[in-house]
């Protein structure tokens, strides 16, 4: 099991198809595809080399500290 992993981006956005839409979620993007789809919308993932490495920690930490940004920013949407 790998470690580390390239990752092109990672952010928090709304789901947009499929049975979750509208739903909160948080991609994360993982670069080095070697497939080359003529109709990709992400090419600039294809090569890894171009990405920084992240470990699963690094990423978990990420997902979490903007988790509660999120509710801090809620929380102050709502009640100031």
């Known amino acids: 099991m790998y470690t580390d992993y390239h990752v092109m981006e990672h952010f928090y ?3 947009g198809e499929g049975y979750f839409t509208g739903q909160a979620a948080y991609f994360i993007r993982l670069a080095g595809c ?3 789809c003529v109709w990709c919308d992400v090419k600039d993932s294809w090569e890894q080399a ?3 490495k992240y470990t699963v920690e690094t990423l978990q930490q990420l997902v979490k500290d903007w988790c509660k940004n ?3 920013y809620w929380w102050r949407a709502l009640y100031v």
């Open 13 to 15: 956005t709304l789901q």
């Open 70 to 72: 999120l509710r801090y």
């Open 50 to 52: 171009n990405h920084p």
């Open 34 to 36: 070697d497939v080359g």
